[in-house]
């Protein structure tokens, strides 16, 4: 096995090895592994002295933030009250400023008291118990030796956790899954206990002992759960159920956050009575000395137990599953399911390297989830273009808000009197919509994810950035909403830039100075500091001139006003020609300087026909393009290597003729409009090590570049004969691509119905 090691976070520290309970699905002492007989029932102090250190040196070495140890057994309240003292004082005291300690017990509760939990209190002990359910399920595995119940016995530990004084120390409850008992009585059982959390558990079970399916069915474990779910979700959710949240952060492309599914590598360590070093405890399922790894706490660190072999197998990812693993659509989420429920002694080509004996179970679990609640699931982004466009502009508020929180005071007053002009804005009312204009200004999300960066790299310039710009957005907004809100705007380099609207040159003494800007009719006026006022007219479309309304001022502004032009010929939409703001600069290939007069007529003309040919031949992606584009901006020549901007914008170099000007529209635009929504929602998981092939290259790509390939070509499919055949073979591939969310599989629905549609 190679791959970095991966520190331990989570250790189980085994206190008691024997039981006052005799269940009869317990995989300690009713399974394979029958070590339990020669270990010392208790732990000893030299144990508990070596276990605290191991661990402290781990977290130093690693620079574990935090770490989590849990009282384990048999049933570690018989270990008595002294010891358990024992134990939390010394971790607590190796740990002390080296990593913060999560301390918790699994108990079934019987010994449960008052002295108990004042200890767990004393040292934040939280407290998960094991419950099956009512009694009736409780009862089925859940016995003393004679065959008494424990169910009330249980039953008044969990109360006495409820109460106030101890309500903090509730952890919740762990339930294992018996598919004889009513999933509806049980589940209805636990919720009445109020538990925090649920975890409902698989029994253990491998190809050799398979578990319990008294009707036959494949997926009787499956179906069980989900009619536990379908009354959790009807009641709202009110109660954490680990499993269900799993699945959930799976599906969206999170992590796992249980070890029972998912890919995330093993990071527990389990410490036995003895001191012995052990891998996860369920391996006792599997075969004698499954769990074993040779080690104990008194030789041997917690990194030599990290490099064992047997520890490296569950934390491989997606290469550590079996071959049909791996190419299953729902891997990502059940992670090839329980590494121990993998086990088979006959089975070829190894004991773990097999399917789970859940498998059927595991893949109708997730499916049946993912069906369930896809729809609540997907971001309406996905589907909806002006949604789309809404989020963006929240993400461009989000920075908004994100860069003045870095800035903590540093910006000055300019930063200051906007910042509070911008919450003025956004205030609900007549004016709430205000910003909208300048928010969903593709190269305002530009400028904001620079200062972002400098201002966390320590860059000293941000804050004078940020001050000479966020008064001029505003000042445009103002303008283009007609306020009667005067703002002051910094200039600099003789010049005052009004994102959207233009550029004014100040003509005066000073190359650096303050003005303060008013919306006017036509236009806005603008008066330097100690100096006269002018007007400006942005009513007019005329390259490199300026109109003076000499019913408004005193003085006109001369030709020093140099306005955002507007791309306008019939049938084409109305679009921004940028070609003025500083933050255009973000495609990766060079832009454009000023254009001319007759080369703004010429992009006018050429886009006119190029739209043209795009609602003859894709006229649904042309209405949807005329309705998301904003602005224009011209390149030096060739295509974005990157776009660092926000929602609506094309850089494009013009081509010679319309006909080829139309699929480099719709090819910039639809990624464009793809790079949008993989940021406001996830399509996709980032965590695996998944390629696939692509029918456009010989060299297998990542998902990301799979999704971005089908969905550039299967909108150009009308234009570029091969990119039809290349998408559907793009789109097969991605039905099979475990990486995809459940948002990532809708936008594949999408794509099979514009592929039908064309």
């Known amino acids: 096995m190679t791959g970095p090691l991966v520190p331990f976070r989570e250790i189980v520290l085994k206190v008691h090895s024997r039981c006052d309970l005799a269940c009869d699905h317990c995989y300690i002492y009713e399974h394979a592994d029958q070590s339990w007989r020669t270990r010392p029932r208790a732990i000893s102090d030299e144990a508990i002295s070596w276990t605290a250190l191991r661990l402290a040196e781990h977290a130093k070495s690693h620079a574990l933030p935090s770490v989590s140890v849990i009282l384990h057994g048999g049933e570690p309240l018989l270990a008595g009250h002294a010891r358990l003292r024992r134990v939390c004082e010394e971790l607590s005291q190796a740990l002390d400023s080296i990593a913060e300690l999560d301390l918790r017990i699994h108990t079934n509760g019987l010994q449960l008291s008052p002295r108990y939990l004042d200890l767990f209190s004393e040292y934040n002990v939280r407290v998960g118990i094991s419950l099956d359910g009512d009694r009736r399920a409780n009862d089925r595995h859940r016995r003393f030796a004679d065959g008494r119940t424990s169910h009330p016995l249980v039953l008044k530990a969990v109360d006495l956790l409820r109460e106030e004084r101890y309500r903090h120390l509730y952890l919740g409850l762990l339930c294992t899954i018996d ?429 006119a026909g190029a739209w043209a040919l795009l609602r003859r031949a894709v006229p649904e992606q042309a209405t949807e393009a005329a309705d998301c584009l904003t602005t224009l901006t011209p390149l030096v020549a060739g295509e974005p290597s990157r776009r660092n901007h926000g929602y609506g914008t094309l850089g494009i170099a013009v081509p010679g003729t319309p006909g080829r000007l139309a699929p480099a529209l719709l090819r910039g635009f639809r990624r464009a409009k793809l790079q949008a929504l993989v940021e406001v929602t996830d399509l996709y998981a980032q965590d695996g090590a998944w390629h696939h092939p692509a029918p456009w290259q010989d060299a297998p790509v990542p998902v990301s570049e799979l999704l971005a390939g089908a969905y550039e070509r299967v909108g150009l499919a009308a234009f570029e004969p091969a990119a039809a055949d290349q998408a559907k073979g793009a789109l097969d591939t991605l039905e099979r691509a475990a990486e995809l969310t459940v948002g990532g599989r809708r936008l594949l629905e999408e794509l099979w119905r514009e592929t039908d549609r064309g």
């Open 179 to 607: 598919v004889a008992n009513d999933p509806i009585a049980v589940y209805d059982a636990l919720t009445e206990l109020a538990p925090p959390r649920i975890d409902f558990l698989l029994p253990h079970a491998t190809w050799d002992t398979p578990p319990a399916r008294p009707d036959g069915s494949p997926t009787a474990y499956a179906d069980w759960i989900l009619k536990i779910f379908d009354r959790w979700d009807r009641q709202g959710r009110t109660i954490p159920v680990r499993l269900f949240e799993s699945v959930f952060s799976t599906l969206g492309g999170g992590p796992s956050l249980t070890e029972s599914l998912g890919l995330a590598p093993t990071d527990l360590v389990v410490v036995e009575t003895d001191g012995t070093l052990e891998q996860v405890d369920s391996l006792k399922s599997a075969y004698e000395g499954a769990a074993a790894t040779g080690f104990d706490v008194y030789a041997h660190s917690f990194d030599e137990v990290a490099a064992h072999p047997g520890v490296m197998a569950r934390q491989q990812g997606i290469a550590g599953v079996s071959d049909t693993c791996r190419q299953c659509p729902v891997v990502r989420s059940c992670g090839g399911g329980l590494y121990t429920h993998r086990y088979s002694s006959a089975k070829s080509p190894g004991e773990f390297d097999n399917t789970s004996v859940y498998c059927a179970d595991l893949e109708a679990l997730i499916r049946g989830i993912e069906q369930r609640v896809s729809a609540g699931a997907v971001s309406p982004a996905v589907t909806d273009s002006g949604v789309l466009m809404a989020h963006h502009q929240d993400v461009t508020r989000t920075l908004l808000a994100d860069v003045h929180l870095e800035l903590d005071g540093r910006g000055g007053e300019a930063w200051q009197e906007a910042w509070e002009l911008a919450c003025a804005l956004e205030a609900p009312g007549e004016r709430a919509d205000a910003l909208d204009v300048v928010y969903g200004h593709p190269y305002t999300y530009t400028w904001l994810q620079g200062c972002l960066a400098a201002l966390r790299e320590g860059r000293p310039e941000a804050a004078a950035r940020l001050a000479l710009r966020l008064p001029a957005y505003l000042a445009a907004a103002v303008v283009r909403g007609g306020l009667e809100l005067p703002v002051r705007v910094p200039y600099r380099d003789g010049v005052l830039r009004l994102p959207t609207l233009g550029e004014l040159r100040m003509t005066g003494p000073s190359e650096h100075g303050e003005a303060e800007v008013r919306a006017a009719e036509k236009g806005f006026l603008v008066r330097p500091a100690g100096r006269e006022l002018r007007c400006v007219r942005t009513d007019t479309d005329a390259a490199d001139t300026d109109v003076t309304d000499t019913d408004v001022t005193d003085t006109d502004a001369g030709g020093d006003w140099r306005p955002v032009r507007t791309l306008s010929a019939p049938g084409a939409p109305a679009l921004r020609l940028d070609d003025l703001d500083p933050y255009r600069d973000c495609f990766g290939v060079p832009v454009r300087g000023r254009l001319s007069a007759a080369e703004a007529a010429d992009w006018s003309e050429r886009l």
